[in-house]
């Protein structure tokens, strides 16, 4: 079955800074990508997604890449906020709308 | 429009219990999922219903259980409490394939 699996438990970039989360994959048939972002006490919330058939995708302040040759998206967040403090999960839907998840990595924003 | 909500946001039971947790989809979802997190597994998928039907069921033993009514709410169901189900259960709803919207969770400690 599917695994994802996150290269960095925790991340501690400064304000203003830009920070990179990884995220690897086992399923070279995957086509669809989803970051989610924790934030504590609450659900996961969708960042950004991408399709296979693009190595890009950006949207606010936020760049997700694909690179299928090594199966691995990276979630590029420029010019990190102290409210971007939270846990990003990488995602992979399988079957229907079952979400396979990474391990998570938190990121921690110093003022 | 409102999120989704899932009641009780906290709860404590005792092992060789059994609990009911629900979740109130957005309004005009049809489809709900559930997943558990916990700090050692992170998140992992339970089932999936749409229009009343399960369709899709993740790797649970039988002790865990879910419905969905005519208008879209969801309960699931854990009978015979383990300490090891102690977890924050994730309700998610979508329109149908797409994008999921989660809700705060239900945390449950089982003592």
């Known amino acids: 079955g599917e695994s994802v699996g996150l290269h960095l438990p925790t991340l501690s970039v400064q304000e203003g800074d830009n920070s990179i989360i990884n995220c690897a994959y086992s399923n070279s048939a995957s086509d669809y990508f989803i970051w989610y972002k924790q934030e504590s006490g609450k659900g996961p919330q969708f960042i950004i997604d991408i399709r296979s058939n693009m190595d890009k995708r950006q949207g606010q302040r936020v760049t997700v890449l694909l690179n299928k040759t090594v199966k691995h998206l990276s979630l590029q967040i420029a010019a990190t906020q102290p409210g971007d403090s939270a846990v990003y999960f990488c995602?992979?839907?399988?079957?229907?709308?079952?979400?396979?998840f990474g391990g998570g990595t938190r990121l921690m924003v110093k003022p | 429009k409102a999120g989704v909500t899932q009641t009780p946001r906290y709860l404590i039971k005792t092992r060789g219990q059994q609990v009911t947790l629900s979740c109130s989809p957005i309004s005009g979802h049809r489809s709900v999922s559930w997943y558990q997190q916990t700090p050692g597994q992170g998140l992992q998928f339970l089932f999936e219903?749409?229009?009343?039907?399960?369709?899709n069921k993740g790797n649970f033993p039988g002790r865990f259980s879910g419905r969905q009514f005519s208008n879209s709410r969801s309960e699931m169901n854990v009978s015979t409490l383990e300490l090891g189900d102690s977890a924050l259960y994730l309700c998610?709803?979508?329109?149908?394939?797409?994008?999921?919207?989660f809700g705060p969770g239900t945390r449950l400690t089982v003592t």
């Open positions: 998610a709803s979508s329109l149908g394939m797409d994008e999921q919207y």
């Open positions: 219903y749409f229009s009343e039907t399960q369709r």
């Open positions: 995602a992979v839907p399988n079957a229907g709308n079952m979400l396979t």
